[in-house]
């Protein structure tokens, strides 16, 4: 809050009671004497300051005009110039401070959906997910898989992804991955072998699909693929994709894992 001097004195103020009135500091009115901006009109013989009723006048001025926003500069121009359009200038400011202010609203606006995508994974209602993802997609499970991931590195990053994704995006990937699963059931349909280069670039696929979400390493991947053949629920989705796919998949993920030397047996989540 601006302090305002109401009174004269017939005495010349002290830098100390000038700071005092002011609610500044006398360091602050020192700096501001070194820097042309509010200089005392008087000096003691021991050179102390000692600030006139004008010279007051001006630190409050500078106070207000400090308070409003405006640099030390363009105060100077204000106090200085008697050709400055003060009302120009503060319109000025208030232009500067409401894109300021959308600038602040828009950081809250994606800090709100990075905290909502912590807490639930997708950002989007369940009608919504099944509409994106299909029937048979389970909302539960984005919000299922907080409580067994939500304290690691890649929850955090796939929510911050998720934060990002729009819902036709989110669409887009959905279509991606139900492609690749295609794709992985019509391999395994033909019994393409694991160590080819065709499922090289099924899992090489997968992996590049799986980055969506968080950053996956090829030794993340055969843990992954690991997964997916001992978990029960993971291996009988697979199975359902492609009679023996998950399996193959696990297998052609190691093959792969190999053919960029890493031993899948002692690859680990990093």
Request: charged residues 30%; hydrophobic residues 35%.
């Amino acid at each position: 809050m601006t302090t305002m001097v109401h009174n004269e004195t017939d005495e010349d103020a002290t830098v100390g009671v000038a700071a005092d009135l002011l609610g500044l500091t006398v360091r602050t009115l020192h700096h501001w004497d070194e820097i042309g901006l509010a200089s005392p009109s008087h000096r003691t013989p021991a050179g102390y300051r000692l600030y006139t009723w004008d010279d007051l006048e001006r630190l409050s001025r500078v106070v207000a005009y400090r308070e409003a926003g405006l640099t030390l500069d363009a105060i100077r121009d204000v106090l200085d110039d008697a050709t400055a359009e003060i009302g120009d200038t503060l319109r000025e400011q208030r232009a500067q401070l409401a894109e300021r202010i959308h600038d602040l609203q828009q950081l809250d606006e994606r800090l709100e959906r990075m905290t909502d995508a912590h807490e639930r994974g997708i950002l989007m209602g369940d009608d919504e997910q099944r509409e994106v993802f299909g029937d048979d997609w389970d909302p539960q499970q984005s919000r299922a898989a907080r409580f067994v991931w939500g304290g690691s590195r890649q929850w955090a990053q796939f929510a911050e992804r998720s934060a990002s994704r729009s819902k036709s995006q989110w669409r887009e990937l959905s279509e991606s991955m139900s492609a690749l699963q295609r794709d992985l059931a019509d391999a395994v349909g033909r019994g393409v072998e694991p160590a080819s280069e065709e499922a090289d670039e099924l899992v090489e696929r997968h992996r590049e699909l799986f980055s969506n979400f968080f950053p996956l390493t090829r030794q993340m991947q055969v843990c992954l693929g690991r997964m997916f053949e001992a978990d029960e629920g993971f291996s009988s989705y697979y199975n359902g994709i492609g009679d023996g796919l998950a399996t193959w998949f696990c297998q052609s993920i190691d093959e792969s894992a190999r053919h960029h030397g890493i031993d899948p047996e002692t690859a680990t989540w990093e």
